[in-house]
């Protein structure tokens, strides 16, 4: 009996290791195949090639990694970096691993640990990849602004020509609401990227915030002329950047454009107004007053300036009883009357 039991155990062992040659045969093999499939560019197949291999010969870090890099050919980012991390299980110290997780993390937007791995990449002096501006981008989306800003003067030092880092500083300084410092840098990211018109816009919004109308309007316009759509956002941006540089012939026209779209929209009714009355044509506020009041009857800024507007036009009894009116009903505009003032202190 004991031969017996011998004789199967030697034969059993020597199945098993047939058995893992023969796994680690198919392993190799498909991973080869997967290999030539994506040399040919053809990626979906090469990812069917190392799904298989992973069955023959499970965790390889060699075929993770090439499996990773495949699926980031086709854009599928998340599936990627799980293959990498698998990757990095078995190869912590991997500098294609390391390099791979800190650009797929920033695309995966796993902010903290795009941090971590570039500042891996940095200590052990690994790839060729911008890390200080996957750091700083990814402080930015973290909303640490102090660090984001110290990783983009490193990655500016790294590379003076990339626009997105200038970029990114300006979107810190907004965030901080510095916002002569984000238009310089604005100015800096679009002379790097000219066609950025999304860029533009923003870079009028900044101008607008300063504010600095004049420089408002030549962003919004050359926004425009580069492609952006002209949207009532837009066009309401634009016509307020006019009114306030008292270019009433260029922004009432915009505001009454976007108040077809928004006929009942309370604050542009108001604005259009308003514009109106800086402009002189106090009837033409006056009507437009009136129609804000039949959306709002307790707007008592719409009827007090209504009442102003009558008083410009020289009927200074009816408008003054509609500013009585008006500070009745509000008695915190009696202190704008007093000092001759507009709602919003003009």
Known sequence: MKKYRLVWLLLSTCATTTAIAQNADSASYYHQQGITEQQARRFREAEKHFAKSDQFGHGNTANLVEWGNVLVAQNRYMEAREK???????DPENPVIIENLATLSINARKWPEAVKYAQLMQAKKIGTKPVNFIIAKAYYEMENYGEALKYCERAFRDD????????????????????????????????RDPKNFNWMFEAGMVAYAIPDDKKAVYWFEMAAEKGYKRTDVYLENLANAYVNMKEYEKGIPLLKTVLEHRPHDAELIYNVGDAYYRNKQYQDAIDTWDKLLVIDKKNMNALYMIGMAYQKKGDTAKGEQLCNQAIALDPSLKD???????????
């Open 336 to 346: 704008l009357r007093q000092e001759k003032k507009m709602p919003g202190g003009r």
């Open 84 to 90: 990498f991390l698998e990757a990095e299980k078995k």
């Open 160 to 191: 003076s020509t990339k626009a997105e880092v200038p970029y990114i500083a300006g979107r810190c300084f907004v965030e901080m609401s510095n916002y002569k410092r984000a238009e310089g840098c604005y100015q800096q990211a679009i002379a």
